[in-house]
């Protein structure tokens, strides 16, 4: 049946009339005429995978929270936001995931962006002189090692880097010092007190780019879903199984509780393909019949 199923979607796709999924192929996203908004501070890591994604000129402004920029979306006050999703060292960003689900909100795309953290304080300190230490917790987990090394400090979560790097110039107290970018230390005039800091040379984190309308270029290939599974034996596997019957590759699968249901998970998938392709259309049918909630966060 699933193999009858892929046919037909792949003759419908030849003759132009496939497919009734509520999103819109597009050649390209502009990224000129377009208003971004990023949680943080101008120096944070999201607003230059913004600048990297979307270009230097581009007509950009910054919330204090990731629900606020979400907010911003709903409202129309921005066309896109660039979040944080995941890093290579300390993992996926949990409150990112919870809130793809409370707004109805689409990815459309990603950026890559390498993270070289320093630690920063006045002009006048000294890495001797240092007592404490802000960052946001992110920034404090991918450094642990370093860290580690300096057990007297203290460490204290703040919302994002650059707010770090702002509170150690504003406060002019030179035991403390920021877990931050270089950039943020020159826009805030800090001084790098220690480099390399974090001992993962290839630490790298994956922003997504959201937005309200459900589209998707042409050369899309990953889509991302999310699902509710019955809690019953076997009902994961097969969800799952409808990628494996259809030769599609799976490149990453999370879970995170579901409110007021005890024990029970929502997953979230990330596999290969473009939204046009009958192999995807044929999974994403059989995936809907094996769970109780299922949505496409996107094809980027």
Known sequence: ???????????????????????????????????????????????EAA??????????????????????????????????????TAGIVADIYDLLTEYNLFIVGEQILKVEHVLLGLQEAELSDIAGVYSHPQGLAQCKEYL????????????????????????????????ASRAAGEIYNLKVLAENICKND???????????????????????????????????????SHMIYNGLNMTKIESRPIPGKTWEYRF???????LR????????RGMEAETSYLKILGNY
């Open 1 to 47: 049946m699933a193999m009858s199923r892929k046919l037909q979607y792949q003759l419908l796709e030849k003759e132009g009339v496939s497919g009734s999924l509520p999103f819109t192929r597009i050649d390209q996203i502009d990224r000129k005429h377009c208003r971004v908004v990023y949680q943080g501070l101008e120096g944070a890591y999201q607003h």
């Open 51 to 88: 600048m990297q994604y979307f270009g230097k000129d581009v007509n950009i402004f910054h919330m204090s929270t990731w629900k606020e920029c979400m907010e911003a979306i709903k409202e129309g006050m921005a066309d896109y936001a660039v979040l944080p999703i995941e890093n290579s």
């Open 148 to 179: 580690e090394e300096h057990r007297d400090w203290k460490t204290t979560a703040v919302t994002n880097t650059a707010a770090a790097a702002k509170k150690v110039s504003a406060d002019q107290d030179k035991t403390h010092a920021a877990i």
């Open 202 to 240: 290839s630490n790298v984190t994956r922003f997504i780019i959201l937005a309200k309308k459900p589209v998707y270029e042409n050369n899309s290939s990953r889509i991302s879903v999310c699902f509710e599974a019955r809690h019953a034996s076997g009902t994961l596997y097969n969800v799952l």
């Open 268 to 274: 979230f998938v990330d596999f290969e393909g473009n």
């Open 277 to 284: 392709d009958s192999a995807v259309k044929n999974a994403l």
